[in-house]
């Protein structure tokens, strides 16, 4: 079925991406999702590319374990989600959920169980405190277009392409709407919901789906270089800031600007702030201790 994974469970190699300090996946789940860490930049890889790297309910667990570690891990100041094989992620995974059918409730509880921990994993990503890019090759449909939309951001080979084909199976992307109602105005989200249709690329970055296209030879590289300029900067402002910014967008102005200037002033107080001001005032590169 276009636009979604038919669970194929064998694998296949890991797409390039660093290798330095590879950290194991939570136990039992290795095979579905890979870290490699390198320059204060986590690369998370779903790695089930024969299933179009879908995300069943075992690929969901993997991943949140590795966000779940993350949290605590104040070695890392980014985040990069790529993925292996030629699809960045087809959703989820239609033969598990065809399979829950035969129970007794007609698949309620392992619907309602995969839309939870859906549900979950795309707000710890919100959540994370370290900023999240997402690396983005083929296609990204359903469920995978939502993780690229819920990514704080975007990066997508030339050849990439988008859509939300709910509708094309009697199943519309109502929680991926969520995701993509937040990151692109309504008009075309609507569209890509009520229609199906494929987005190629620059399409996506015109409606603001993605922040950068590039060439698809320098898909893994173009997005660790920027994780890398965001990792550069105290890890302290980009995670107050990162989360200072997602909580004030859903407030009224007033409120919004009372939340962000205490958070400004409690910025301004931290260790970074007057070591960045007082590097630019005597003109030398800032020393950040992350504090």
Not at 204 to 228: C, F, G, K, S
Not at 245 to 261: D, K, W
């Amino acid at each position: 079925m276009p636009g979604y994974a038919d669970g194929n469970e064998q694998e296949a190699p890991m797409s390039a991406a660093p290798q330095t300090n590879v950290a194991p996946a939570a136990p039992g789940a290795e095979a579905h999702v890979l870290r490699a860490d390198a320059d204060a930049v986590a690369v998370l890889t779903l790695n089930r590319p024969a299933a179009r790297n879908s995300l069943s309910l075992a690929m969901m667990a993997a991943l949140q374990a590795q966000l779940d570690a993350l949290a605590l891990d104040d070695t890392v100041r980014c985040v990069v989600l790529a993925a292996a094989g030629p699809v960045f992620c087809a959703g989820h995974d239609l033969k598990e959920i065809t399979a829950a059918r035969t129970a007794p409730d007609a698949g309620r509880t392992t619907f309602t169980e995969t839309m939870a921990a859906c549900g979950r994993l795309m707000q710890s990503i919100t959540a994370l405190p370290q900023p999240v890019i997402a690396s983005v090759q083929g296609v990204a449909t359903a469920a995978g277009c939502q993780l690229v939309a819920t990514a704080d951001l975007a990066v997508a080979a030339a050849s990439a392409r988008f859509c939300t084909p709910g509708v094309d199976i009697g199943l519309f992307c109502s929680t991926p709407g969520v995701a993509l109602s937040r990151a692109v105005p309504r008009k075309p989200a609507l569209e890509m919901l009520l229609t199906g249709g494929m987005v190629g690329a620059e399409a996506a970055l015109a409606m603001h789906l993605i922040n950068r296209v590039v060439p698809d030879a320098e898909l893994a590289e173009a997005t660790v270089t920027l994780a890398r300029q965001i990792a550069g900067r105290s890890g302290l402002a980009v995670r107050m800031g990162k989360r200072a910014f997602h909580r004030q967008s859903g407030l009224p102005l007033p409120e919004a600007y009372a939340l962000a200037g205490e958070v400004m002033v409690e910025n301004l107080l931290a260790e970074d702030a007057a070591e960045g001001i007082g590097a630019f005032v005597e003109k030398r590169t800032p020393e950040w201790r992350h504090r």
